[in-house]
């Protein structure tokens, strides 16, 4: 099998546009690649594979072919070695290296280039894809209506967030709900991106088409990283009459930074009243509920299934930030794929444990603290459940109980068991069962979603 050549990697990027990260890691990138004078042949690890990628993956991978090759390309799928390390094999975009938008550069700017920016970047993130919890709410609404024009008042909108929190999901979401509503005439770059074209406008003498560009041919300005302007005096200053003509033409601005204004050392201080002149939204981390939430979309977004004990040992071992969860889930998923078994938790601990030691073991809480929340949350008692009705008043509290002892105590069945006067048998068939029909019906999953953030928090108090 020959090594990947830099035409596949060029439809891997392509492709990248269309579908997550994670997906691209986890199906396409891993596999083996062979390039022939008609076509390409990709071989893949399992036959379950190549069955996936044929159902999901196979057409668009065919059109980018097609399109990079300038000519029809013919695409087979076999069986055989795929690539050893997928994820580091191939550099789609990521969100932490936003692209620039605009293709042509400041000194070729023309007045009559009406072009919107943003159909020219790779955005391929949306509102819809964003995972919404308390950290994040404030943000994701703002951008949102940011956007679609709303609230000037927002104008202009800062998202502060520590790497890999979503501040660039909502950034490129922002300028392609921009371009696909009214407001056309967005820019979508880093703060980095517009110093180098600042200077190159400088050098070439063409700072006139560069103040059209940004000022007059702009509705929407996404600029990214606003902490890499830090002492660059003379970018400052631009940016600062750039944001000021903006807001009295009523163009909208998003600017997006790893710290809040104030904390950014060697930000001018008319530029900073500036941007804090509209709203500063702060993206936190994700808790629990939340980071249980974006490893379950992105498992679905790649068509895996991950049993809920190892989404539960996903989300207790990874507290970063998204990027670390997304790691962690591909770290499993490809280790199941190469290896040919299934998602377990035996298997689940030892991807986990190659990124980074398994913190210490949560601190357990007493069956009777996990079954006095749930009948909290149920309006019922403990003596109510513990009967041998099967009415679902009495039943649904009784195994969600059980299933939440199982999770968050370290107790045996049986003695689980006799908190309910069952046998262990009935513990391990309620576990069950909560765990097939949270992933049938959307009411039971946000009711354990809610009663897992009750018993987070109670187990961190302690």
Not at 1 to 24: E, K, N
Not at 122 to 145: I, K, M, Q, Y
Not at 382 to 409: E, G, K, N, V
Request: net charge positive; with cysteine.
């Amino acid at each position: 099998m020959h090594p990947p050549t830099p035409f596949w990697d060029g439809v891997l990027r392509r492709l990248g546009q269309d579908i997550s990260a994670f997906t691209l890691d986890a199906w396409v990138a891993c596999l083996g690649v062979e390039e022939r004078p008609e076509g390409l042949l990709l071989r893949c690890p399992t036959p379950f594979h190549r069955d996936r990628v044929r159902d999901r993956y196979l057409k668009a991978i065919q059109l980018h072919a097609n399109e990079a090759a300038g000519k029809p390309m013919k695409v087979e799928l076999g069986l055989g070695a795929g690539r050893a390390v997928a994820a580091r094999d191939v550099a789609p975009p990521r969100p932490s290296a936003p692209p620039s938008v605009a293709a042509p550069a400041p000194a070729q700017a023309s007045t009559r280039d009406t072009k919107p920016a943003a159909s020219r970047a790779t955005l391929p993130f949306s509102f819809d894809g964003f995972v919404v919890g308390r950290g994040n709410a404030l943000a994701r609404e703002a951008c949102l209506a940011l956007a679609r024009d709303r609230q000037p008042g927002l104008n202009p909108l800062y998202l502060a967030a520590a790497s890999g929190l979503g501040k660039t999901h909502l950034a490129r979401a922002t300028a392609r709900e921009a371009h696909h509503g009214r407001r056309a005439r967005a820019i979508y770059e880093s703060a980095e991106t517009f110093t180098g074209h600042f200077m190159a406008a400088i050098r070439g003498k063409t700072m006139p088409a560069f103040k059209r560009r940004y000022r007059e041919q702009c509705d929407l300005l996404v600029l990214e990283d606003v902490q890499f302007l830090s002492s660059k005096k003379a970018t400052q200053l631009e940016l600062f009459h750039t944001l000021v003509h903006l807001s009295d033409a009523g163009a909208s601005v998003l600017l997006t930074g790893d710290r809040l204004p104030r904390d950014i050392d060697g930000l001018d201080p008319r530029l900073q009243s500036q941007i804090t002149a509209g709203l500063v939204a702060e993206i936190e981390p994700p808790d629990a509920a939340v980071r249980r939430r974006i490893l379950r979309a992105k498992a679905a977004a790649g068509g895996v299934h991950v049993p809920e004990e190892c989404l539960n040992l996903l989300v207790d071992a990874v507290r970063g930030n998204v990027r670390d969860l997304e790691g962690a889930l591909i770290q499993l998923v490809a280790t199941a794929s190469l290896l040919k078994r299934s998602i377990d938790r035996e298997l689940t601990r030892a991807a986990l444990h190659k990124l980074s030691p398994l913190p210490d073991a949560a601190r357990p809480l007493d069956p009777q603290a996990v079954i006095e929340t749930v009948a909290t949350f149920f309006g019922t008692t403990h003596a109510a459940m513990a009967t041998r009705s099967r009415r679902r008043d009495a039943l649904l509290p009784r195994q969600l109980a059980m299933y939440f002892c199982r999770r968050y105590s370290d107790a045996p069945l049986a003695v689980i068991a006799r908190c309910f006067d069952r046998d262990h048998p009935a513990v391990s068939n309620a576990v069950k069962s909560i765990e097939r029909r949270i992933l049938e019906r959307a009411p039971l999953r946000y009711q354990v979603e809610e009663l897992a953030k009750r018993l987070d928090k109670l187990r961190e108090q302690r």
